[in-house]
């Protein structure tokens, strides 16, 4: 029987999502719940990896099992079972043809810039922050540069495992809520460290060290050093993966 499961984490406390001999990971928590929960191991598939201080609204991951639970037990069972940080907030059985990564068809990120000129301690771990104003008209003139397909190599970082660069870009939209600063990216795939990197140098542009073209012109590069440092893991969250809708999933609704 193969499940999938929404869950929703706080990445503060954890090396990323990837299991490592530690055990301090998302993905080690969570299958030492579910192996409790079946009697018997349990490894499991995310759509993708976050790394560490990174946070999701909504991961989606898939696993196999011969133990028979409803739905509503896989939920109850794992959450009973697992840290404050980590929640499964859905469980479905899909067919064994669903993958929670190749099935996926675009995947949304969101990232939170506090920006002020005093850190927030409230939102410590929660947010990005920049101490300077910031112009929102020319990132998001930035930032359009950015949408179709494109090769993302001057995003990506060097440690980056992806097969190709070639991302294409559907929402990159940029909105300001007080001092919080909200950046809704949403793509086919994401490289390794690629929404950050866009991020640090979105904040390059409105802060007026660059002007909205300096984007394109990082872009069209190709190159890594051409573009901003990588900006803390603290404001991103893995928001939302698309999938088909015959897989029936019940995911949470990504509405405003």
Not at 39 to 46: E, G, L, M, N, R
Request: proline share 5%; glycine share 6%; charged share 20%.
């Amino acid at each position: 029987m193969r499940i999938a499961l929404g869950v929703e984490y706080d990445g503060s406390s954890y090396l990323g999502w990837q299991s490592q001999p530690g055990k301090n990971t998302v993905q080690d928590c969570l299958q030492d719940a579910l192996s409790k929960l079946a009697d018997a191991p349990v490894s499991v598939i995310a759509a993708g990896r976050t790394d560490t201080g990174v946070h999701a609204s909504e991961q989606v991951v898939h696993f196999e099992t011969a133990a028979l639970r409803p739905p509503t037990a896989w939920v109850r069972g794992s959450n009973a079972l697992l840290p404050h940080g980590i929640a499964v907030l859905w469980a479905h059985e899909v067919d064994n043809e669903f993958h929670a990564r190749f099935s996926a068809q675009a995947r949304s990120y969101r990232y939170k810039l506090c920006c002020r000129p005093v850190r927030s301690p409230l939102l410590h771990g929660k947010a990005g922050w920049f101490h300077l104003p910031l112009d929102i008209s020319a990132m998001q003139s930035a930032a359009d540069f950015l949408l179709g397909e494109h090769d993302f190599s001057a995003f990506r970082a060097a440690e980056c495992q992806a097969k190709s660069p070639v991302k294409q870009m559907y929402q990159l939209n940029i909105r300001k809520h007080g001092e919080l600063i909200v950046l809704d990216l949403k793509a086919n795939a994401f490289l390794h460290h690629m929404v950050r990197n866009i991020v640090g140098s979105l904040v390059y542009v409105g802060k007026g060290k660059f002007s909205p073209e300096w984007m394109k012109e990082v872009l069209e590069s190709r190159n890594r050093s051409q573009a901003a440092p990588t900006f803390s893991a603290a404001g991103l969250y893995l928001r939302h993966i698309s999938y088909d809708p015959k897989w029936k999933l019940p995911q949470l609704s990504v509405d405003e």
